[in-house]
C-alpha cells in the first residue's frame, strides 16, 4: 500500500483528469479507467517520500510523479477514408486505408520517439454508440489533450510549413482547441516526418521557431497564446475571432468546441441548431465572465430569445470588433442576467438624437442613420445597420434613441462613478417616446430599451484619456 495522499490523487487523476479509455500499445487493446487503475496501481505504490520532496508544493510534486508513471500521446487529426472504429478495435479487427495507416503510424511515433505505451484517438477511443460517453467526451476532451505528455498533429496535405495556409487542418472547429490545449505538441507533414527538427514544437521562445509565426500568421492566434494558453472567459471578443471562419460537420459544434476555451460547461443536444447552442454558450461565459468583450459584437443577433437581440447568432459577429483598454481597473462584478424581458444589464445610457435627412419618399425603415450627441459633442456619428425605425411617413420620430456603453468602469472609492476610457463602445439602443395617447397601450410592455442590429461596430474617442461620468447616466436595461 503506496502512500495515502499520492493514492488520492491518483484516484483523482484516473476518474476526472484521462480519457474514459486509452489504447494499450503492448497489447493494442482498449483499457477503461478501472483497467489502466489496477495496471498502474504498483508503479503508483512504489512512489516514496524521497520521490517527493518538494521544497514549496507537495501536491504539485505527486502530480508530476503520477503524470510520470501514467503518460498517454493524443492525436490531433482530420478523418480520412476507413478510420478504425471503437468496435474495430474490441473486435480486434485490423485493415487496411488510410485511417488505418494513420493510426499505425502515429502510434508508432508515440512509442518510439515519446516513450509511451497508451495512446488515444478520437477515432477508435469513443464509443460513440453511447450518448453519455459521447457527451463525457466532448465536454473534457479539452482537458484530455491539455493533460496529455505529447500531442501528435498529423497534416495529411502538408510537406512543409509553407502549405500551412492550405491545409484543412487549420480551418477546422476542433482543431482549434487541439492547436490552444496542449502543452507539449509536435506537427508531422503527409509522409509522417516532422515538419520541424525540435522534439516539441511550441516550447522554446517563438524567435527560435519559424513554425509559430507561420501558424500566427495563418490563425492570428499570437505565440504568447499558441506557447502559453490560458483557458477561461475572458478576451471573449479576440477569441471568437480565431473560431469565426472555422467550419465543424455539425452546425451546433461551433460552439461545443469552444467550452474548453473559455472554461465553460453546456449540455450537449444535437438538434437544437447552431444558434442556440452558441446562445447557450455565450450566456454560460456571462454566468461567469466580468468583461465586456463578451458583448463586444456587431450583426445578426441569435433568433432565440423573444424579447432579446443582445445575443450573438455566431463567432462572426466578433470579427473586426474594436480593442479597449482592458486594462482599466474596477472594484465591483458585472452583472448580466437572462430574464424574461430579455439581458439584464447595466450601461451608461447618453441620450442622442437623431440628425438624418428625411430624404423622399419617407420611410420609417432606413439603412443609414445620423445622430448627434449632446453630452460629449459629437454632431456626426453615423451608423449602418440592415434596417432599423428611424422616420415616420409623416415626417415625425417615435423613437428614443440612446448609446450604452459597454466598456465604462467604476471608481475605486465611496462615489463610485463610472469611469469611460478614451476609446469608447457602444451598442445603438431604441425605445418608443410614449406619447399620452400610445403609451396607455403599449409602454407596458414596449417601455424597455431594445439593441439595435447594426452592420457595423459603434465606437468612438474622448478627448480625454480618461472621462468621469456621471452616476444617473449608469442605467439598468433589458435588451
Given at each position: 500500500m503506496?502512500?495515502?495522499?499520492?493514492?488520492?490523487?491518483?484516484?483523482r487523476?484516473?476518474?476526472?483528469?484521462?480519457?474514459?479509455?486509452?489504447?494499450?500499445?503492448?497489447?493494442?487493446?482498449?483499457?477503461?479507467?478501472?483497467?489502466?487503475?489496477?495496471?498502474?496501481?504498483?508503479?503508483?505504490?512504489?512512489?516514496?517520500?524521497?520521490?517527493?520532496?518538494?521544497?514549496?508544493?507537495?501536491?504539485?510534486?505527486?502530480?508530476?510523479?503520477?503524470?510520470?508513471?501514467?503518460?498517454?500521446?493524443?492525436?490531433?487529426?482530420?478523418?480520412?477514408?476507413?478510420?478504425?472504429?471503437?468496435?474495430?478495435?474490441?473486435?480486434?479487427?485490423?485493415?487496411?486505408?488510410?485511417?488505418?495507416?494513420?493510426?499505425?503510424?502515429?502510434?508508432?511515433?508515440?512509442?518510439?520517439?515519446?516513450?509511451?505505451?497508451?495512446?488515444?484517438?478520437?477515432?477508435?477511443?469513443i464509443?460513440?454508440?453511447?450518448?453519455?460517453?459521447?457527451?463525457?467526451?466532448?465536454?473534457c476532451?479539452?482537458?484530455?489533450?491539455?493533460?496529455?505528455?505529447?500531442?501528435?498533429?498529423?497534416?495529411?496535405?502538408?510537406?512543409?510549413?509553407?502549405?500551412?495556409?492550405?491545409?484543412?487542418?487549420?480551418?477546422?472547429?476542433?482543431?482549434?482547441?487541439?492547436?490552444?490545449?496542449?502543452?507539449?505538441?509536435?506537427?508531422?507533414?503527409?509522409?509522417?516526418?516532422?515538419?520541424?527538427?525540435?522534439?516539441?514544437?511550441?516550447?522554446?521562445?517563438?524567435?527560435?521557431?519559424?513554425?509559430?509565426?507561420?501558424?500566427?500568421?495563418?490563425?492570428?492566434?499570437?505565440?504568447?497564446?499558441?506557447?502559453?494558453?490560458?483557458?477561461?472567459p475572458?478576451?471573449?471578443?479576440?477569441?471568437?475571432?480565431?473560431?469565426?471562419?472555422?467550419?465543424?460537420?455539425?452546425?451546433?459544434?461551433?460552439?461545443?468546441?469552444?467550452?474548453?476555451?473559455?472554461?465553460?460547461?453546456?449540455?450537449?443536444?444535437?438538434?437544437?441548431?447552431?444558434?442556440?447552442?452558441?446562445?447557450?454558450?455565450?450566456?454560460?461565459?456571462?454566468?461567469?465572465?466580468?468583461?465586456p468583450?463578451?458583448?463586444?459584437?456587431?450583426?445578426?443577433?441569435?433568433?432565440?430569445?423573444?424579447?432579446?437581440?443582445?445575443?450573438?447568432?455566431?463567432?462572426?459577429?466578433?470579427?473586426?470588433?474594436?480593442?479597449?483598454?482592458?486594462?482599466?481597473?474596477?472594484?465591483?462584478?458585472?452583472?448580466?442576467?437572462?430574464?424574461?424581458?430579455?439581458?439584464?444589464?447595466?450601461?451608461?445610457?447618453?441620450?442622442?438624437?437623431?440628425?438624418?435627412?428625411?430624404?423622399?419618399?419617407?420611410?420609417?425603415?432606413?439603412?443609414?442613420?445620423?445622430?448627434?450627441?449632446?453630452?460629449?459633442?459629437m454632431?456626426?456619428?453615423?451608423?449602418?445597420?440592415?434596417?432599423?425605425?428611424?422616420?415616420?411617413?409623416?415626417g415625425?420620430?417615435?423613437?428614443?434613441?440612446?448609446?450604452?456603453?459597454?466598456?465604462?468602469?467604476m471608481?475605486?472609492?465611496?462615489?463610485?462613478?463610472?469611469?469611460?476610457?478614451?476609446?469608447?463602445?457602444?451598442?445603438?439602443?431604441?425605445?418608443?417616446?410614449?406619447?399620452r395617447?400610445?403609451?396607455?397601450?403599449?409602454?407596458?410592455?414596449?417601455?424597455?430599451?431594445?439593441?439595435?442590429?447594426?452592420?457595423?461596430?459603434?465606437?468612438?474617442?474622448?478627448?480625454?484619456?480618461?472621462?468621469?461620468a456621471?452616476?444617473?447616466?449608469?442605467?439598468?436595461v433589458?435588451?
Open positions: 503506496g502512500l495515502r495522499d499520492v493514492e488520492d490523487a491518483f484516484n487523476y484516473i476518474f476526472d483528469e484521462v480519457p474514459v479509455r486509452l489504447l494499450y500499445l503492448p497489447q493494442m487493446k482498449l483499457l477503461e479507467r478501472d483497467s489502466l487503475k489496477r495496471l498502474y496501481q504498483p508503479h503508483i505504490d512504489h512512489i516514496t517520500e524521497a520521490d517527493l520532496n518538494h521544497p514549496i508544493d507537495r501536491s504539485a510534486a505527486i502530480g508530476g510523479k503520477i503524470r510520470e508513471q501514467l503518460k498517454y500521446g493524443i492525436l490531433s487529426h482530420r478523418w480520412l477514408s476507413l478510420e478504425p472504429s471503437f468496435q474495430d478495435i474490441m473486435s480486434g479487427k485490423t485493415l487496411d486505408g488510410p485511417g488505418w495507416d494513420k493510426l499505425r503510424e502515429f502510434c508508432r511515433v508515440a512509442n518510439k520517439v515519446y516513450g509511451v505505451e497508451l495512446v488515444w484517438s478520437d477515432t477508435c477511443c464509443d460513440k454508440t453511447s450518448s453519455s460517453e459521447l457527451d463525457e467526451s466532448l465536454r476532451m479539452f482537458r484530455w489533450y491539455r493533460n496529455a505528455h505529447i500531442c501528435i498533429a498529423y497534416l495529411a496535405e502538408t510537406t512543409s510549413i509553407d502549405q500551412f495556409h492550405n491545409d484543412e487542418w487549420f480551418t477546422r472547429g476542433w482543431t482549434l482547441r487541439e492547436l490552444l490545449a496542449p502543452r507539449k505538441i509536435r506537427f508531422f507533414r503527409k509522409d509522417w516526418i516532422p515538419l520541424t527538427n525540435y522534439t516539441i514544437d511550441k516550447d522554446r521562445p517563438a524567435a527560435d521557431q519559424p513554425i509559430l509565426d507561420i501558424i500566427t500568421e495563418v490563425t492570428g492566434i499570437s505565440s504568447q497564446d499558441l506557447q502559453a494558453f490560458v483557458p477561461g475572458f478576451q471573449v471578443d479576440t477569441r471568437m475571432v480565431w473560431a469565426a471562419d472555422r467550419k465543424t460537420t455539425r452546425s451546433e459544434d461551433v460552439a461545443y468546441s469552444l467550452m474548453g476555451i473559455f472554461d465553460v460547461s453546456i449540455p450537449i443536444a444535437y438538434g437544437e441548431g447552431a444558434q442556440r447552442a452558441f446562445f447557450r454558450l455565450v450566456e454560460a461565459i456571462m454566468q461567469v465572465s466580468n468583461e468583450g463578451v458583448l463586444n459584437w456587431a450583426g445578426k443577433p441569435a433568433q432565440i430569445h423573444r424579447l432579446s437581440t443582445a445575443f450573438p447568432s455566431a463567432p462572426a459577429c466578433y470579427l473586426g470588433h474594436p480593442h479597449y483598454d482592458r486594462s482599466l481597473a474596477t472594484d465591483e462584478k458585472r452583472e448580466f442576467a437572462l430574464t424574461n424581458r430579455g439581458l439584464r444589464i447595466q450601461l451608461l445610457v447618453i441620450p442622442i438624437d437623431l440628425v438624418t435627412t428625411l430624404i423622399p419618399p419617407a420611410t420609417s425603415i432606413q439603412d443609414r442613420a445620423t445622430f448627434r450627441c449632446n453630452a460629449f459633442k454632431n456626426g456619428l453615423t451608423i449602418e445597420g440592415p434596417s432599423f425605425p428611424v422616420l415616420e411617413r409623416t415625425t420620430n417615435r423613437y428614443a434613441y440612446s448609446l450604452g456603453i459597454i466598456n465604462y468602469a471608481i475605486q472609492g465611496e462615489s463610485k462613478d463610472p469611469v469611460l476610457p478614451k476609446s469608447c463602445i457602444a451598442y445603438l439602443l431604441v425605445r418608443l417616446k410614449g406619447t395617447s400610445f403609451a396607455k397601450i403599449v409602454l407596458s410592455v414596449c417601455n424597455d430599451w431594445k439593441k439595435v442590429e447594426t452592420k457595423t461596430f459603434i465606437a468612438f474617442n474622448l478627448p480625454q484619456d480618461y472621462t468621469v456621471k452616476r444617473n447616466l449608469l442605467t439598468t433589458w435588451i
